[in-house]
């Protein structure tokens, strides 16, 4: 029998109950029209009471293809440097979404960088809280886990290079997503200045001047991780164009402005 990887942060960052997600995301998703089919994107995951708004102007403007890379950063410490799950079933409330087999094995042989593994899938948030606003759109979608423990900046190419290379050869369209928060428990003031220098950065689609920007700025961005193998990847793939479509902080939601934490949502083409 197929893995099924259960929900982890289903009644934390996001809710436990079918009709309750079908509310939120009702609510999140904006209905924004036409629908675009960017080659990728970059949304936060942090709890959808902080961040959704975020995610949902994104996921809004998307006519989703049917397979999806999604990679993300590992919170959690468990695993291996990069891990990718090639088979199996995630689960969320209401339903169940598979694993995109054949790209997530391509991917996996093109990839010394990555391992096949579940244990850093178990408990991670970054990846999960996507999955309901994918299903929604696209209710057959499929898609390859990745999470990215490494940062540096070797490792993240090779890890981009293997996702286009896998994303060529591919016989339908696939959408890249990267799973980020930015500057994490800094006051709004220092947040907005640092997070605006690590939007810039993707902005130009260069995954050196990300981590340069990243490190030289000491910005806590989670996912500098999977947003470099993100833009290593669409270097390979012709990307031109990268648009930011919101900023959040979770200040703006709480109201507390001392200790904040950055959301972004970007489409890139």
Known sequence: MERVRRPAVAGLFYPDR?????????????????????????VPHAGWMYSGKVAGAVYGRLA?????????????????????MTRGRWAIPGGEIPVAADL?????????????????????????????FLRRLRPDVQFVPVT??????????????????????SPEPVLLISSTDLSHYESQAVSNTKDRLAIDAVLTL????????????????CGVAPTT?????????????????????????????????????????
């Open 206 to 221: 260069d995954p050196e001047r990300l981590q340069r920007t990243v490190r030289g700025h000491g910005i806590s961005m």
């Open 18 to 42: 079918p009709e309750q997600v079908e509310a939120d995301l009702s609510r999140l998703l904006e209905d924004v029209q036409p629908k675009v089919s960017p080659r990728a994107v970059v």
């Open 148 to 169: 990215l423990m490494k940062t540096d900046l070797a490792f993240c190419e090779a890890v981009g290079k293997a996702v286009a290379a896998a994303v060529r050869t």
């Open 104 to 132: 997530a094995g391509q991917i996996l042989s093109l990839s010394r960088e990555l391992e096949e593994d579940t244990s850093a899938h178990e408990r991670e948030h970054a990846l999960e809280v996507q999955l309901p």
């Open 64 to 84: 989703l293809p049917r397979l999806v890379v999604l990679l993300g950063p590992n919170h959690t410490g468990l695993g291996p440097w990069g891990s990718i």
């Open 229 to 269: 193998a993100l833009l290593s990847a669409l270097r390979d793939l012709g990307a031109r164009r990268a648009e930011l479509i919101r900023y959040m902080t979770s200040g703006d939601v709480s109201g507390d402005y001392e200790r904040v934490v950055g959301y972004c949502g970007m489409i890139i083409d």
